[in-house]
């Protein structure tokens, strides 16, 4: 239920509700808590996607994010072990708080070996359930997405007064760099490849590529996609230098996706990617990885109002004219108006017109901000994956020309 702030009493509320979550403008929503108990802070932003709760939650882009499903029904499949998106999958990498309309159901899937508000317990994640989330939905796209206090007590008693300061009182999300709280410790080798029906995940053995994974919140299904294609794949912490990097003597450079503002991450990291390109390293981010890449070429990023997050996003391929279904999740975006001479624009979403890919006309380096990987979502722009090991083929035989 959607309260306006003015009608709210002063101090402590009356025990009808075990969850609220307390926008920045003062808007208090009531509902039941699911999930962990205790009180979270983040940004709030809602996905249209009506399958893949389970990947969306532990996708490491949603951190420090508060997740509103559009989707009624969240849960009634469960969740399993196999469909976790952080790379470290004991962690709480993800979203911090799930925002859902109908109560969770019990799971009816023959994959599930969860219930969905059991396993959000164990990761610690807050919820609320009971909310009229088309309303929250509609609010978002007319006010922004606002910061939040989601907090859930089974004995529904809350300071909402002090919930509205506190609220009211969190940082932007412009400013703020993220992916020291999702990317990976030490190097890593990836072996896992696809998931197949009756087999589960794959374990390619022949390499053909060596690609470097910079990882600033990775997700498996990335890396599960080169793996399949012959590559050897090493995942570095977001924070390697260049020097690291080319002493791996990697065939091509991935260049991740994660959370937070990515210019406050290329405060750091722009001299690695900008050192990588200038090399003629063959280079394709993705989603933070080609906003930062932009950024480093000398482009600039904007925060959107609503951001894109969901399965169902329309987006033009500028060079084939092909309409792609793709899934998204980001809050920025590349404003193409600032990219220099030889970027070109490559990819454009049909909802907004917004930036969707890049390229380098005189260097073997692009991205895209939607993510080809479809976990979840449709598998259109799988392509991709083929178009950059394309490039680092046309960059062996330049050398060797």
Known sequence: MLQDSTQQPAGWSEPTATALLVLADGTVIEGSGIGAEGKRAGEVCF????????????????????????????????????????????????????????????????RASRHLNDWLKARGVVGIAGVDTRALAAMTRERGMQNAILVHAPDGRFD????????????SMAGLDLTGEVSAAQRMEWTEGVWTLGSGYGRPEQHKYHIVAMDFGVKRNILRLFADRGCKVTVVPGRASL????????????????????????????????????????????????????????GRTVKM??????????????????????SMNHGFAVDPASLPPNVKETHRSLFDGSNCGIAVTDRPAFSVQ????????????????????????????????
């Open 243 to 298: 020097e690291e990097i080319l002493a791996l003597k990697p065939d091509g450079v991935f260049i991740s996706n994660g959370p937070g503002d990515p210019a406050a991450t290329c405060e750091w990291a722009a001299p690695v990617i900008a050192g990588l390109v200038e090399r003629r390293v063959p280079t394709f981010g993705i989603c933070l990885g080609h906003q930062m890449l932009a950024i480093a070429l000398g």
């Open 47 to 110: 996905n249209t996607a009506m399958t893949g709760y389970e990947e969306i939650i532990t996708d490491p882009s949603y951190a420090g994010q508060i997740i509103t499903f559009t989707f009624p029904h969240i849960g009634n499949v469960g969740v399993n072990d196999e469909d976790i998106e952080a790379l470290n999958a004991a962690s709480g990498a993800g979203a911090v708080g799930v925002v859902v309309h109908a109560d969770i159901t019990g799971p009816a899937n023959w």
């Open 305 to 326: 109002t609503q951001g894109h997050h969901g399965a169902n996003h329309p987006v033009q391929d500028l060079e084939t004219k092909k309409v792609e279904i793709v």
């Open 160 to 171: 909402v007064e002090a919930l509205k300061r506190e609220a009211a009182a969190l940082p």
């Open 370 to 401: 939607h993510h080809p990987e479809a976990s979840p979502g449709p598998q259109d722009s799988h392509y991709l994956f083929d178009r950059f090991l394309a490039m680092i083929d046309g960059e062996r035989a330049r050398r060797q020309g």
